[in-house]
Structure formats: C-alpha cells, structure tokens
C-alpha cells in the first residue's frame, strides 16, 4: 500500500469528496437492517473516494474508537443506553464530544439514521448549529394515531425543520416521512435498500443442495418440480405481532392441509414463538413444521437456499430487505401488500396476499402451483435483484444528494426546476434547500413553525444549544483541538463503475 | 404562493401559527374540497372547507384529490409542484408519434423500487404522491339523540355518586337516621335483587330451551357460543345505538339468556360458586357433546375450535366473577369455588334438569354472603370510626373528593352485556369508591353511623352498578325510569341538604332541588352531545399504507372476540 499523502488528496476528477460522518445509535455488533445498511453504505462510499466515520454509542465493553474493514473508522461513545440499545434524549450533551469528533474528522455532512435514535437527531440539530450539512435517512414507517407515534413525530419534526435533506428507503416511507415531520416532498429522496447479492446466491453446486436434506426427507431444491416433489416453505423474521405471526400461525395448518407435499421452515424467535408451537402441537404437523430459532444474519442464506417459497406476512414494513434477499437466492416470494412492499420486486417474483388469512392461504396456494407448473423461472432471478439492487448504485446515489445538498450541482439539477424562477418569491422549499443559510435567525424561523407551543420551545433549545457552542468555542478553541490523520483514501475508476444512471 | 389549504394544514393543526407556509406540497390539493354527499345532519358544522367533516370519510373520492389534467394524456413529469406549471424546464412534450418514443425519452414514474427510473430520486409525483391516504376512514358521525341517551350511563352513575354524597353529609349533620338510610337502602338492594332473581329465572328457563334447540342444530353452540354468534352478527366495529338493544331485549329475550345468568349476584362471595352452577345446569346436555368435540383427534375440523372456545369462555367468564367476588372475601370465594363447583359439576353431569337446585343454593349462597359482609363491616366499624382521627378534616375532604373523581371517570361505562364483561370490572374505580367512603366514615361520630355509610356504600358502588347494567341491557324503559329516578332524587337530595333547616320546608326544597336537578342535567346532556358534534369536524385520522395493517383471522374470531 502506498504511503499516505501528507494531506487529503485533491480529486483527480471534477467530482468532489467529502468527509462523511453517519451517526446512529444503531450499528454492530448489534445485528439488524440499520446497522448493515450504515455498513453497507459507509464501505461503498469510501469506494468512492469519500472519507466515511460512524458515531454511535458505546455497547458493553465497546468503548472508545475502533477500525472496521477498510478503514472505517467508529466512534463509540460512552452514553446511557435507554431501550433497545437507542440512547437517552439528553438534548445538549452530546454536544462537545460531538463537536470534538467533528473537528478531528473535518467533518462535512452529517448523516443520521433511524428516527428512533436520539443521538442521531441530536447530532443533526448540532451539526446545523456548526453549519455543517446534514443528511437524515428514515428506516421505519409510523403511523399517527398513538400517543408513541406522536412523541416521535414531534421529535422528528422538530430535528428535520432543519435538515438539507432526508432520504428514505421507499416511496410509502417518503409519504410517510413528508407527512409526519412537514418536509417539501422535493427534499425527500427515495434511495432503497440494497443487498449483498454474492451473499444471496442460489445453491448452484451439489455441495450446497446436499443442505436440504437436513431434514425429513431429502428435498434438494431442484430447479424442475414434479408434481409430487416436496415444496418447502422458508419463514425467516422475528415473530412478533407486526410481523404478522398471528397470520402465519392461522395460516399454515390451513396451506399444509391443501397442499399435501408441502412442508415449512420458521427461523427466528420472539414472543409470538409459542404460539406458533402451540399450532404445531395442536394440528400434530411436528414433522412438517421445523422451528429453527434464533439464526444469524451469515446463516439466513443457508436457510433460505433450502426452501423453493418465501412467505413474508409482515402486516408493516417500510421496504423489506429480506423479500429481496429471498428472491436473491431464488425463492419464489409469497407476501402480505403492505407497506413499501409492494415496490420492492416485481411482481414475476412475487405472489400478493392482502394481510388476511385466507387470502395468504389462496396466495400461498397460487405460487405452489405455479411453481409446480414449472412457470416461475426461480433460477433467474439472482441475476436479476443483482442488477436491481447493489449499494454500488445506493452510495452512488447517494452522492447525488450530497453534491445536491453542498452546491457541487445546481439547485436547478437537483430539486429539478430553474432557481432562478424561484429566486424571487420565497418559499419554504427554496428556504430549506441546499442553499439555506446557517444563520441563527433563518433557523429559528424554520424551527418556529412546528407548533403553537412545539414551535417556542424548539427555538429555545436551539437558542441553548447555540450559546452552548459558543462557551464551546470559547472553552475548547478550534486550533487547540488536533486534526487526525486520514487513510489513504480511494480514488474513484470511473471506468469500472457502470453508470447507473 | 398559494394560500394553503387542505391536507397539511388540516393534518397538523397546531401548524396554523406556523410563520411561513410550510409545504410546496398543499398546493397539489384542492382548495375546496368537493362536497358530493346528500345532505346529512353533519353538514352544516362544515365551516371552513379546508377542516375536514366525518362526511369526508364517505366521500367516494378518497383521499380528495383534484385529478391531475397531464395525468393520462401527457405523461406530465414535473418534479415541482407549485402552480407555475408552464415553466417547467422538465415538462415532457408531447410527441406526434405518441407512446413509444415518448416512452423512451421518460418513460412514465412509476412507484416502483426496482425499476430504474429516469427520474432522479427526489421526484415527486403530482399523480401518484400520497394516493393511498385516507383521511377519516373509520369515522362514525355520531347523531345528537343516540348519543344523549348514551349519556344517561354517566348520569346515572354520576348521580348514584351524589346520593351517596347528601347521603353522607345527611347523616354527617344528623340531619338523617343513619338506620334510615341503610334500611332504605338495604330493602331498595333486596328488592332489587329479588327483581334482579325474577328476570334470570325467566331469562334461564328461555335460555334452557334456547340452548338446548341450538345446541342440536349447531353441534358446539354452547351458549356463550349463541351470545358471540349474536353479537357478531351485529355490523363488528359499530358502535352500539342504544335503540338495538333495547329490540333485542325486548324482542329476543331469550337471545342471550344462558350468557346472562352467570353473573347474577356476583359481587357477593357467593357469586363464583353460582355462576358455575348456573354454568353447569344450563348445558348438562352439551357437556357430553362438548367432551365429544373436545377429544376429537381429527386436527383439520374447523369446528373443533369452537366447543374448546365455548369451553374456555365459560372458565373465563368464572374466573372473572370469581376475581370480583375475591375483593371482597378472597378466601370464602376461593372456597366455594373450589367445592361448589366440583360438586355441582358432578351434579349437572348426574342429573340434567337441576335448574332450580342451582338456583336456590344461589339464593342461599347470596344472603348468606349479604350476611357475612353485614357482619364483618358491623366487627370492623369501631375501627373504621377513629381510623383517621389524627388527620385533619379538610384533607379528609379533599381527599374522598378526588377518589370519587377517580371513581367516576375510571368507571366502567360500557354496556355491553355479552362476554367476559358482563358485571362493571373497574376496580380502580370501585375500590377508589370504597376508600372514599371509608375515610368519610371515619369522620362520623358513632358506630352506626360509620356501619350504615360503609354498607350503603357498598350497595351503591358494588352492587348498584351491576344492576343499572342488567336492567338497561333489560330494557330501555327501565333504563329510562331508573335515570329518571336517580337525576330526581340526586336533584332532591341536594335540595334537602343545601336547604335552610327551617322545620316544614324541606319537601319544598326537595321539589325545587328535583326541578332544578332535571333542568341542569337536561342542559348538560344535551350541551355536551351537542359539543362532541361540533368538535367532529376538527377530527382528522390519517391513514395509509404505512399503518400496521390489521391481520384478519378467522379462526382467531373464537378465540378472543374482544375487541
């Protein structure tokens, strides 16, 4: 490896880098969508020649700055863990280890992920007191009847009053995100997720198919059914309520009697587990049921690679990474029409139920037939998700909305239309849009909209949280705090990444 | 900019302070919102047409949206929604050669993830943006006398609370014999239940002969299982209109009579031990039957679930009472539930027509239990009395009134009598009651007065509500009569206690407490029905495909049909 330049190497090319910083309360070692997504997004944009950290707060005994492959660079920082692993809102004290992080990375954009992580929201309303751009990405749909919903809209409207821009993984999450925190739609971008396809491949060796016969009888998964052939049913989620396991567990006595050569494999563990038991033991389907437990997410593709169906009664879900990854590894995919489901695969490789039992029964029983009919063409659809989804594509994406954001492109670019026909009248969209200003007044205006009463307090702690980075300044001056030393980073071959776009 | 106006603003209304208006995004809904409804009580709250009405709930176009002109026709792709459309730099034009070339240079958005757009992400579409939200799906316009004759449960027990009241500051001003009150109160409590015998007796013949007929025609109606099959007939998220009650009661007493007897009495200890009689004696021929079903190994009847539902509601439903009674004496509920109803399990699997065996050991069991609680309270009443002697009045004051604040709203309204929710389980409620008229007791003076305020609480927060349900699941009439009665006499009661002590006048004072007690609930009632309609038209429920949805389960509707 070459030796580092004494100083962050100049872009060759026109495209500019940044330095990144993604915050979350979410990232490993705790598993989840989140967390691989900030992964995910994080390496491929250090592909890209962007200097990437992550903050996060600390688990257990991970404590302090740690390196992942690559270099990626993670910040544990050491905050009270409140429920399931997100931190306590403490609103201000974040803030000067924040600020630290901040000048030692020469941090440019901030990117938060997750609206239930309070670091993340506390990050983005410091990093704009900074006059730093922020990025915020919404994971999860909500709704806005109950009493958590309101107290989480609240609070994200109160942090994306004044975010340059937010991203969400489908376009049921946009509208949902635009309608519970009032943003402009056109600072919402939909950027999905993606999956690992080398990860997801279809058994493709004899090595791989002798898997299936860990069970019963031997079904190696072949590419031809005969009308007699077992067709094994793959279920890999937490079981829980919103998943819908209630719907699974009336479900499959019900698929098993109509469908005699048909067998199911449930991974994952959770409260609804015992109801699922109570099914098995009641309809006497011990040896057409297997419950495997709790399984790693390096374990889900062995799972999965063992069925022909994939059956994902989820009764929410902002995109469902793991219907995706299910039709990578060719599984035909059964799946309730709910949330930004429905925009995640096209619909050769998808059966639709509405979230009913029968009409999962009547779904269930559509894709065992065609499959038995020999119509559904499983073995292609690994190329296919390959090409529709790669995080090469995300982070490339994504870098759109970063040069959109800190003025590498128009504004007439990126929120497509002519700024200068704006420029005259004033409106909240071009207030918010890349250009918007770091003053203190502006961003007080933006804060004072989000409520009679929500509206005068926001802007008091934002009032608090400037003064804070003032005494910050004061106390802690700039020059006194040490710039680290960066990786080499990577410069971008244009040639090898296909222009997606 | 436009003013806005439509779903923004009504979906947040604390916005309407906002300094600048927040979203580009108002704009790409209708000013107005299209009013295609025949005309309904509700429309003339409609004020201001950017608030939504519960109307717009029925509304066939949902969400109100102005359907976009370039929708079909010219493949409109415009990534700004703001008005000045014709500037758009964007706007595709429209081709001669129509929908192939034209499809190659954009083709259409398309809410798709996998597709690869020729749009860049932050696109929003005019068409398609927001088209599943609903607004107000599920509203119910609620209509003014319905809902006032709903509101006569919250009067009844709000003036049942008040009685209770004079009657404590009669008695705490010695004003009244304290062995007037209780004597009144007991015989009205002993009446009431004679009456209260005489209506399940009636209800449990028809329900026998009921059951039975159901029983051969569909093999597991038990009866629990005919009251679920009468409720669920009813439209399912519905709220009841009192009216429907009242026909079925009146028209179909027997519909839910073997449900109905279980709970009879069931404050009292006794209650546990009765009701699995009752339970037992109802269905002595579905219990061979039910065993039947139960041990049937064929695990792909459907029907199997319904005896083991049947069966498992009827324990629930024990297990409730039982859980009521066991405040006030757990140990003799555990015991009579323990013994009785293995005896008279025995007994009902023995001999099938033992109805009114079951009956009078209920009866036995229920004054045996009015007698035991009598004369504990009557052991206890010394302590009661110097119980909070060192503490000062005015906390006692403060105190009993906020626990009888908690005692009214935590109060269990709901009239529903089928299920597990036959007898009102608040407990927050009742016991918030009980404390209450505790610590008034301990400021009387003597035992017989604490005796009688402890015991008359008792009917009045135990015992009377259990009746106001039964009767007005009964009938409406009485319903009615029995609000009458109460709004009277709380009117009365007052009148007296507020009174000048001038002998020969308090019947004059009554009258005019009457009078003006029945004016001041009128008002009230109609008041606020009146004010719970106007407020609907700030209603505003959003809802579209990023809410959980609501899994439908069928075999899952016998195994907890609440709600």
């Known amino acids: 490896m070459a030796p580092p330049p004494p100083s962050p190497p100049s872009p060759p090319s026109s495209t500019p880098t940044y330095n990144i910083a993604m915050v979350s309360d979410f990232f490993f070692p705790q598993p989840g969508g989140v967390e691989s997504h900030i992964y995910q997004l994080s390496t491929k944009l250090m592909d890209r020649g962007h200097k990437v950290i992550i903050i996060t707060h600390s688990y257990e005994d991970r404590t302090g ?58 990050a983005i309303l410091h990093a704009r007191t900074m006059g730093l751009r922020t990025v915020f990405t919404d994971h999860s749909l909500f709704g806005f009847a109950d009493a958590a919903s309101i107290m989480t809209n609240k609070l994200l409207k109160f942090t994306l009053s004044d975010v340059d821009h937010v991203i969400c993984v489908s376009h049921t999450c946009k509208e949902n995100t635009v309608l519970r925190a009032s943003l402009d739609p056109l600072m919402v971008s939909v950027i999905p997720n993606a999956v690992v396809a080398e990860n997801f491949k279809p058994p493709s060796n004899p090595a791989e198919t002798s898997r299936g016969h860990a069970f019963g009888q031997p079904a190696p998964p072949a590419r031809q059914l005969g009308p007699h052939d077992t067709i094994t049913i793959v279920v890999i989620s ?36 015992i109801d699922l038991e109570q099914m098995i033991e009641q309809n006497v389907l011990q040896d057409r049921v297997e419950m495997l437990g709790p399984i790693r997410h390096e374990e889900v593709r062995d799972v999965m690679v063992r069925g022909h169906i994939y059956l994902h009664p989820s009764l929410t879900e902002a995109f469902g990474t793991v219907i995706v990854e299910a039709a990578s590894c060719g599984l035909y995919v059964v799946c309730t029409q709910v ?44 190329e296919q998700v390959k090409s529709m989804y790669s995080w090469t594509n995300v982070a490339l994406r994504t870098e759109r909305v970063y040069n959109g954001i800190s003025g590498a492109i128009s504004d007439a670019e990126f929120y497509g239309y002519d700024a200068s026909l704006n420029a005259a009248n004033w409106s909240a969209t071009r207030g918010r849009s890349g250009v918007q200003s770091f003053a203190l007044i502006d961003r007080l205006k933006r804060y004072y909209g989000c409520g009679i009463w929500a509206g005068k307090l926001f802007c008091l702690c934002v009032i608090i949280d400037y003064l804070i980075f003032l005494c910050l300044e004061i106390l802690f001056p700039r020059d006194k705090i040490d710039t680290c030393r960066d990786w080499p980073r990577k410069t971008l071959n244009e040639e090898k990444e296909p222009g997606v776009r | ?39 309904t009580t509700l429309r003339s709250f409609r004020a201001d047409p950017s608030h939504l009405a519960p109307e717009d709930a029925f509304a066939s176009v949902s969400p109100p949206r102005r359907p976009s002109p370039f929708e079909i026709s010219d493949k409109y792709a415009s990534g700004h929604a703001s008005g000045n459309d014709s500037r758009r730099p964007r706007r595709a034009r429209r081709t001669k050669d129509g929908a192939r070339s034209q499809s190659r240079r954009r083709k259409r958005f398309q809410k798709l ?215 006030t004496s757990p140990a003799h509920a555990r015991q009579s539930t323990d013994g009785n109803g293995d005896e008279s399990r025995r007994r009902a699997a023995a001999s099938p027509s033992s109805s009114d065996g079951g009956r009078g050991s209920l009866r036995i069991g229920a004054i045996k239990s009015a007698s035991l609680i009598s004369f504990t309270l009557l052991g206890l009443s010394p302590i009661l009395k110097s119980l909070t002697r060192s503490t000062s009045s005015d906390s006692i004051w403060a105190m009993s009134f906020w626990l009888l604040a908690i005692n009214i709203f935590f109060f269990d309204y709901s009239g529903s009598w089928t299920g597990v929710h036959k007898v009102p389980v608040a407990s927050l409620s009742t016991n918030a009651a009980l404390m209450a008229s505790t610590v008034l007791a301990s400021r009387l003076p003597s035992t017989g007065q604490v005796f009688s305020l402890t015991l008359f609480s008792i009917e009045v927060f135990g015992l009377f509500p259990v009746f106001r349900r039964y009767a007005r699941h009964r009938s409406w009439r009485y319903h009615v009569v029995l609000t009458v009665l109460l709004v009277a006499g709380a009117g009365g009661g007052v009148g007296m206690v507020l009174g000048t002590d001038e002998p020969g006048w308090p019947w004059r004072n009554c009258l005019l407490g009457m009078v003006v007690g029945c004016l001041i609930t009128a008002l009230a009632m109609g008041g606020c029905s009146w004010w719970l309609i106007s407020l609907q038209k700030y209603k505003n429920e959003i809802y579209g495909p990023w809410d959980p949805a609501r899994p439908i389960i069928i075999s899952r509707r016998h195994w907890d049909d609440d709600p």
């Open chain 1, 339 to 382: 949330g930004g489901i429905p925009e995640v695969l096209p619909s050769h490789m998808t059966v639709f139920a509405k979230p009913e039992e029968e009409d999962l029964v009547a779904a269930t029983g559509k894709a065992i037939a065609a499959l038995r009919a020999n119509k559904v063409r499983t073995e292609l659809f690994h």
């Open chain 1, 238 to 273: 937490r079981l829980f309520y919103n998943k819908g396991t209630d719907l699974l567990t009336a479900a499959i006595p019900r698929i098993l009697e109509n469908h005699p050569n048909t067998r199911f494999i449930i991974a994952g563990s959770g409260p609804k587990a």
């Open chain 1, 65 to 122: 700055v740690r390196y992942l492959t690559n270099g990626l660079k993670v910040y544990y920082v050491p905050f009270m863990v409140l429920y399931r692993s997100a931190t306590f809102p403490s609103v201000f004290s974040f803030f000067p280890v924040f600020r630290n992080i901040v000048l030692r990375e020469k941090i440019d954009i901030v990117h938060g992920h997750a609206s239930l992580s309070s670091l993340c929201h506390e």
């Open chain 2, 113 to 327: 993830l996998w597709v690869k757009q020729s749009y860049p992400d932050n696109y929003t579409d005019q068409a398609t943006f927001l088209e599943n939200l609903q607004r107000n799906p599920r509203v119910q316009p609620y209509d003014f006398w319905p809902l006032v004759a709903d509101s006569t449960v919250i009067v009844q027990h709000v003036c049942s609370v008040i009685l209770f009241i004079v009657c404590f500051v009669g008695i705490f001003q010695e004003r009244v014999n304290p062995a007037s009150v209780v004597g009144v109160g007991s015989v009205a409590t002993f009446l009431g239940w004679l009456l209260w015998d005489w209506w399940v007796g009636q209800e449990s013949q028809a329900g026998a002969v009921d059951g039975i007929a159901r029983t051969r025609s569909i093999g597991g109606g038990v009866g629990v299982g005919v009251g679920v099959a009468g409720r669920r007939a009813a439209p399912y998220s519905e709220p009841r209109p009192p009216r429907r009650q009242d026909s079925s009661s009146l028209g179909l007493p027997a519909h839910n009579a073997s449900t109905t007897s279980i709970s009879s009495t069931s404050n009292l200890a006794s209650a546990a031990s009765s009701s699995s009689n009752l339970l037992q004696d109802h269905y002595p021929n579905n219990r061979p039957a039910m065993a039947g079903y139960y041990t049937n190994p064929n695990p792909s009847n459907p029907n199997l679930l319904i005896p083991g539902h049947a069966h498992s509601r009827s324990f629930s439903s024990l297990h409730s009472a039982s859980s009521q009674t066991s405040a």
């Open chain 2, 1 to 39: 900019m436009a003013p806005p106006s439509g779903l923004h603003q009504s979906a947040l209304p604390s916005d309407f302070e906002a300094p600048f208006p927040p979203l580009v995004r108002s704009s790409t809904l209708p000013t107005s919102l299209p009013i295609t409804l025949p005309a």
